[in-house]
């Protein structure tokens, strides 16, 4: 018996089989019993069957990624031991349904192979063949040493609003589950059991913080059309609509969605849009609407592989250069992409901040791995406290008392931002126009105003730049290598990072949250050898970089199959090129 | 009290002589000042087009959005701010060409909007193309041969897609005109008005001479019942010699989409203070991840 730094079980089955919830709850039960988990999801379009998985890891530190291996592997069908069995590590194993046997699966000699009857005992102990999702957790608990009654506690509260009967019958198949992994305990060398009196942790995945930080920096408006993996927001918010005071709204389609969050804006209530990139191609045109009339707005881009359909429930990273760049004319934008659960919290209020302060569209850049994926962290992580309410300059109901003179919604300052007056004041009654307009919002073609209004609308970009993070540094202070990664790559780069200086070479991260513009003196950042490392094709923040500084990268690591960057992919390929 | 002249821009329009849309403005503001609206508390938004600009010649809240995203961006105001009379002013290829979906969605929603069509069955300012109500067989520059196209009904559209109000007037009539507006302004939910509004540079066809002798009034007749849907299906495809104006549907008894939502029966969103979300709301929040 051996307990290990790592632990990864992987969960594996059709659509419809209730991999994901199952897989949420048992990661939820694991962080109460005071380990660190790491949960990815890993589904196909569609409802019912293909094969979908779902991934734990489990330590007794931090996690801030998902990694390759696999220590047990729980079978639902053949089809998930013919696919995963090669990722499970020796002296590893595999549980799988007794019903299902595994005819043709050639077996490994160096990996266990535990049939237990999942359905049987389901349905004997719960009454439902679908419960066995339940009850192979607890065959993989009893495995791994780890205490059930945490299941327990998280089948009690996940289940309690649909009575006592469900209640009780989850907690007689977690009982079967737990009985039945007995004979085999022996036989799987892998440890990891609860930490006792371990302080609370939440677990949330990106989606979840993103929703919570907006909703905590003041987002009052939420308009959407349904696409993965961006919808949870609209989802998540209107669940809590009603008691945060929020507006939200399914409409006929993005074009509506991001047209109607600007109506919102223009009103004087922070609003949002979110989407995926297919939706945000929709959304191109009403985004220049806000940067011509200076309308806060935000929208989430959780990316997925592109172009068109893509892979819909899949990850990438190859929308930057397309969001940097959408819509006709040149205006203010700002872009940011975090890469953590605590970043989506802090990106959800500080977009919003960015939105009025600058008064033009900001895009917060997730993906479907950020979006879905799920972490644990203390409470403190989501830093409340931090949360400013800035709406920048605002004109209050005093203000607009005293104005003298015809009120200018667009006048030309130093900065490039004009007081705003929400509508509704008799002193400060305008119209805005998407037409190039004068300081007053009336329609004006003179060459000179355009020439003055283009500049005070892009100065608001410099005088943003001065605010944007510089990249979080992380490892060697005085690195051989300088990674530089963006959004999600966060963690799969973190991990590597460690790794590479565990191996002795010296390793340095620089992570960018705060995409555009892009922050200032990066430049002096950026030396010896750098490696983009990026979940797409071509390496687009490596492009915007030399864009913007005229650092080029030494290489790239890219990788755009619709799959996350992981440590391993990473690490394997600086030995290959360096 | 509230007068026409509040109304007044210093921007001149920039129709041509004789257009239709002078008397639709004028309408919207005698409309304004009937019912005691003050310019800042109304909002007209528009999209793009000879009509659209009609915000820019009014002393008056406005917003000029895109061509064809009029109702889905005046929808946003209208529900982060009910408290402002929010007004539409925009043209057919506006509303039924680039627009007719988030047309057919606002009707279905009931949000209350007053959604008025400049409708002169031509496109003018990019100097006349046929637009979704021209006859068939109109010939124009991009329909040499004759359009091939059935023209858009918008009333029937309307009431199909679910409209609580759905009228029509002309611009040759300014006082029908302002009373129909004044009608839409008291009635809860959406409410579309198709306005003929003859083009005198690019549609010589659907004129005042046109128009005068076809229009009639419905509520000329005692015996129409604006509550009868079938009715005004019957009404609304009736075209040709005899043309009917006035109001073709009207009910209040279904709820506007804003007075349905929860979070707005406490008033309108954006005067709201904006505050940090308070510890005891952090803590439940918190909670569903524990």
Known sequence: MQTVDDLIIRIGGEAGMGLESSGVGFAQALVRGGLHVFGLPDYHSRIRGGHNFFSVRIARRPLYSHTEPVHLLLALDPETVRRHIGAVVPGGAVVYDEKDGLPDIPRRTDVGYFSIPLAKLAEEAGGSAIMRNTLVFAVAAGLIGFDPTYIESVARDNFARKGPAVVDANLRVIQAGVEASRPFQADFPFRMEAVPGAPRRLLLNGNQAFAMGALAGGCRFVSGYPMTPGSPVLEWMAAHAAEYGVVTLQVEDEIAALCMAIGAGYAGVRAMAPTSGGGFSLMVEALGLAGMTEVPVVVYEAQRPGPSTGLATRTEQGDLLFVLHASQGEFPRIILAPGTVEQAFEAGWRAFNFAERYQCPVIVLSDHYLATSVRDVVPEDLNFDAVVIDRGELLTEADLDRLEGEYRRHAFTESGISPRAIPGHPKAVYASSSDEHDEYGHIYEDAENRRRMQEKRMRKLETARSEMRPPTAYGAADPDLTFIAWGSTYGPMREAVDRLNGQGVRARMLHFTDIWPVPQDVEKLLVGETIAVENNYSGQFADLLRMATGHTVSRRILKWDGRPLSPEYITHHVSRVT | ?290
């Open chain 2, 1 to 290: 009290m509230v007068t026409i002249d509040d109304f007044a821009s210093p921007v001149r329009p920039t129709w041509c002589t004789g257009c239709g849309n002078f008397a639709i403005w004028n309408a919207v503001k005698r409309a304004l000042a009937q019912v005691g609206l003050a310019p800042h508390e109304v909002m007209l938004v528009s999209g793009i087009g000879c009509g659209s600009k009609l915000p820019d010649y009014t002393h008056a809240n406005g917003y000029m959005t895109l061509h064809g995203r009029t109702v889905p961006v005046a929808t946003g105001v209208r529900l982060a701010n009910h408290g402002l009379r929010v007004l539409c002013t925009h043209g057919d290829g506006d509303a039924y060409a680039e627009g007719l979906g988030h047309m057919l969605h606002a009707a279905r929603r009931n949000i209350g909007l007053v959604d008025i069509i400049q409708d002169n069955r031509i496109y003018g300012l990019t100097k006349g193309q046929y637009s979704p109500t021209s006859d068939r067989g109109r010939v124009s520059k991009t329909s040499p041969w004759g359009a091939f196209e059935l023209p858009v009904n918008p009333i029937a559209l309307a009431l199909a897609a679910g409209a609580t109000f759905v009228a029509r007037s002309w611009s040759g009539d300014l006082n029908h005109l302002t009373a129909t507006i004044v009608r839409a302004l008291g009635h809860r939910g959406y409410a579309l008005i198709d306005v003929f509004q003859p083009c005198v540079t690019f549609n010589r066809q659907n004129s005042y001479d046109f128009y005068r002798p076809r229009v009639y009034n419905l509520q000329d007749d005692p015996d129409y019942d604006v509550t009868d849907k079938m009715a005004a299906f019957a009404r609304a495809l009736e075209w040709g010699d005899r043309i009917p104006i006035g109001v073709f549907y009207q009910v209040e008894d279904r709820s506007a989409y804003e007075e349905q939502v929860p979070t707005l029966k406490a008033g309108p969103l954006a005067p709201r203070p904006l505050e940090k979300l308070r510890p005891e709301q952090i803590q439940r929040l918190l909670e569903e991840f524990l």
